[in-house]
DNA sequence: CTGGATGCAAAGGTTTTGCACGCTA
DNA sequence: TAGCGTGCAAAACCTTTGCATCCAG
């Protein structure tokens, strides 16, 4: 089920190799920054349209878990996010943990096939950050 | 820092109200109809707005999906959820879980605060459902 | 050649915001 | 009464889509 009739055109090619060059898991726009010194001539439906297929194709990893934006992550092994509460940036966990255990799990109408963990904290960028006065602050990015 | 200067209007106590009522996890805009039930003139920004305001004081969870609908808890107790990867639907795990160990997690840029286990599955809906035919389909809601 | 992929621009869906007025404390 | 909250509508934001054209296989 991983590779359909699909064309390995200059556009995914590139969105492709850029995006495993980056350990920052960027967004759509981010990327198409990117991709753009590149290709100047991409727009950024080709990104969106090109990280959905490879994302379906198990080559990309589509973060949906928090902020507004969604974040892209070339690499596909098993790992864990950490996501700053903060600003929304994602970040890489160093150490392998297991998933969660789903045999013991239940929810009412749902049929659970796996779990993840997730991790939260705050970057770098946010800790020396300034702007952000309340504790337990608003998600902004 | 949970109670700042702020009024309990009708609308506010009503949205917490029926938010608290339901198991369902509902998006801003399924909570705003059933709350125009009660105060037909209610807008949607006041529903989005009030919504912000007591998930800033803890009284309800803002449950975050990056691209999709975010969807509220009026059950701020400590539990871990489910999300249906084909509609986005939420539900609640029974088992109380214990919350990932961060003590041995780290991750170069960040400071790890706390982890959650969260569960992905099917719900009754989609499973029954016939439109999706893809396996490993595509989340639309 | 053929049909999937592209660029462009417009539309779509969700959330936020400015403003004048209303109402809680 | 003061100033937070409201309704309304417009704007902002992110993502998807229609269409004519292009190009990988």
């Not at 160093?94 to 749902?110: I, K, M, N, R, Y």
């Amino acid at each position: 089920m991983e590779n359909k009739s699909q064309r390995m055109t200059k556009q995914r090619r590139i969105i492709l190799d850029e995006l495993r060059k980056l350990t920052s898991h960027p967004t759509a726009d981010e990327l198409y920054e990117i991709v753009r010194q590149r290709l100047p001539r991409i727009s950024l439906g080709t990104v969106y349209r090109n990280l959905d297929v490879l994302s379906e194709n198990g080559e990309v990893l589509k973060l949906e878990s928090a902020g507004s934006q969604k974040r892209f992550d070339g690499d596909v092994s098993q790992h864990c996010h950490v996501r700053c509460v903060s600003c929304g940036r994602v970040g890489d966990v160093q150490e392998a943990l297991p998933e969660p255990d789903v045999s013991g799990v239940s929810a009412p109408g749902f049929t659970i096939t796996h779990g993840v963990s997730e991790f939260y904290g705050v970057c770098e960028a946010c800790r020396g950050g300034d702007e952000l006065a309340a504790p337990g602050g608003r998600i902004r990015q």
